[in-house]
C-alpha cells in the first residue's frame, strides 16, 4: 500500500512538471524560443504568427491581478480583443515588410545573442529583450515582449528590426 501512494504522489508529482512545461518558457530561454518562431516565419500565415502570442483573455486575467501603477496596464486592460489582434497583424505586416527591405531568409538565420531586462509587478514579469541573430553574413536585432505570470508565458510584442553595423 505504502508503495502504490509513492508511486500515485510521484506521478501526480510528474504530471504537474509536464504540463508546467508545456506553457512556459523561463526568461533565459525567450530568446531562442522566438528565433525558432522566427524561423518559420517564411511560411508562416497571419493565423498561425498569432498562435504563437498570448491569448486575449490569458492576457486580460494576468493583467486584472496587476497593480495599477504600470502605465502599461491600463492600456491593456482597456484593450479590446479586435484592437489586441489587428496590433498583431499589424507586427506581422511590419516584420514582413522588413524582410523584404533587408532580404531576410528566415530559414537560414543563425542565433547570435538574447539580451534582456526584467521588471516585476506582482505575480507578473515583463521580460523585455533584444535577440541577435545573423543572415546572409548580416547582423540583425529585434526587440521582444515577453510576459510570465505563475501559470503562463508568453509573446506580447516582437518589433524593431533592424540591421545592426
Known sequence: ????????????????????ESNYVSHQ????HVFQILQTLD????????NHFLVFEQLQKMVSTVNEGDKLIP???????EAYNSDIEKI????????EKHSIRWKEIEFVDYKYQTTRNRSMT????????????QNFQIYIYW????????LLGLGGLQPIQ
Open 126 to 137: 515583463l521580460n523585455f529583450g533584444t535577440l541577435f541573430f545573423k543572415n546572409q553574413q
Open 43 to 50: 511560411t508562416t500565415s497571419k493565423e498561425t504568427f498569432r
Open 29 to 32: 530561454n525567450v530568446g531562442k
Open 75 to 81: 492600456k491593456i486592460a482597456e484593450m479590446s480583443p
Open 92 to 99: 506581422y505586416n511590419l516584420i514582413k515588410q522588413d524582410t
Open 1 to 20: 500500500m505504502k508503495k502504490l501512494l509513492i508511486l500515485l504522489f510521484c506521478l501526480s508529482f510528474l504530471g504537474m512538471f509536464t504540463a508546467c
Open 147 to 154: 510576459l510570465t505570470d505563475l501559470q503562463v508565458s508568453g
